[in-house]
């Protein structure tokens, strides 16, 4: 084997396995929505509570959380004027982007 072709291997190798440990998270990503306009709630906050992650939401609702170790978690919704919303048993896996595993509806708190 000449000297090109073991540089060669070693940078596949090399290039292989970074891209094997990279990927070893998983993702939460979805919409926060007033459960009775069905209105995008801008600025709502959610937090992984194991591990502390967290993610506010956009001006349309959306958010995501990346790079999330698998496992199982509990995840709360909150929002100034909303009631907190806590969905346990959240699995985040390995090369999975969970979106639809929440009630992604609040609803507002009277007094």
Do not use: W
């Not at 929002?79 to 979106?99: E, L, P, Q, W």
């Amino acid at each position: 084997m000449n000297r090109f072709s073991k540089i060669l291997l070693v940078s596949m190798c090399v290039n292989l396995t970074s891209f094997g440990l990279s990927q070893t998270t998983g993702k939460l990503a979805g919409t926060i929505v007033d459960k009775q306009s069905k209105n995008p709630l801008p600025g709502a906050n959610i937090i992984l509570e194991k591990i502390s992650y967290g993610a506010a939401t956009d001006e349309r609702g959306q958010f995501h959380i990346i790079n999330i170790p698998p496992g199982m978690y509990s995840v709360s919704i909150m929002m100034i004027g909303y009631k907190t919303v806590k969905v346990n048993d959240v699995r985040i896996s390995i090369f999975s982007i969970v979106s639809d595993a929440l009630p992604l509806l609040c609803s507002k708190v009277y007094r």
